[in-house]
């Protein structure tokens, strides 16, 4: 079945570092492909989102690109600060079962 | 405002009891989500439901159940059949399939 599968974590950054989460998936079709983010004790909300291959999404300083020929989503930044320090979760919208998969989760540590 | 609330933000039950928890959005969303998120596990998908009056089972959805006879409204009962019911619940909604899904603010659930 569909799938998604991220790097283990946790990612200890300095502030102003640069950042990379590596996600691929696994899925028939096309599915639309999103990056969540999750605060301690909260729920999560969207960072970014791509629905088709070459698609870049972006917010708030962080990129990631459908690359369909290598299966991958990975969330990058050029410059982290402490505010970001946060999980971060790799998501697919599977199509043909209405369902949306996550990844593990990726945490992520700035220090300052 | 527009938004999902799920209460309580922190409920504790005995074992062997019921236990409801509450998920209501005013989005006007068809499709809604509940998970169940724990440490180092990412979010497993209990139930999710397309359209009011209809629901399917996700990943581990064995000692669970919800209704949705409502739009609005997609309440969780977690049942003394569930082996491990400790845990943080989110609940979720899209407009439709294949588009992004938003985030309550989660409950945790702790049996004693």
């Known amino acids: 079945g569909d799938s998604v599968t991220q790097m283990e974590g946790p990612v200890t950054l300095s502030e102003e570092a640069c950042l990379t989460i590596n996600c691929t998936y696994t899925a028939t079709g096309y599915p639309s492909l999103f990056w969540y983010v999750q605060y301690p004790g909260e729920g999560l909300q969207l960072l970014l989102k791509?629905?088709?291959?070459?698609d870049k999404g972006s917010n708030k300083g962080f990129e990631a690109t459908y690359r369909k020929e290598t299966t991958s989503f990975h969330l990058e930044k050029g410059s982290v600060q402490v505010s970001d320090s946060a999980v971060y979760f790799c998501a697919l919208f599977y199509n043909q079962g209405g369902k949306l998969i996550f990844g593990q989760g990726t945490e992520l540590s700035v220090k300052p | 405002d527009g938004g999902i609330t799920q209460s309580p933000k922190y409920l504790f039950r005995k074992e062997g009891q019921n236990v409801t928890l509450s998920c209501e959005q005013n989005?006007?969303?068809?499709?809604m989500y509940w998970y169940r998120q724990d440490p180092g596990q990412g979010l497993r998908l209990i139930y999710y439901?397309?359209?009011?009056?209809?629901?399917q089972k996700g990943d581990i959805a064995e000692g669970y159940s919800v209704s949705r006879e409502k739009k609005e409204s997609f309440p969780l009962t977690v049942t003394s059949a569930q082996k491990n019911p400790t845990a943080f619940y989110l609940c979720?909604?899209?407009?439709?399939?294949?588009?992004?899904?938003?985030f309550g603010q989660g409950t945790r659930l702790t049996v004693v």
């Open positions: 989005l006007n969303h068809d499709a």
């Open positions: 791509a629905t088709k291959a070459d």
């Open positions: 439901s397309q359209i009011v009056n209809d629901f």
């Open positions: 979720a909604s899209s407009i439709t399939m294949n588009t992004e899904a938003f």
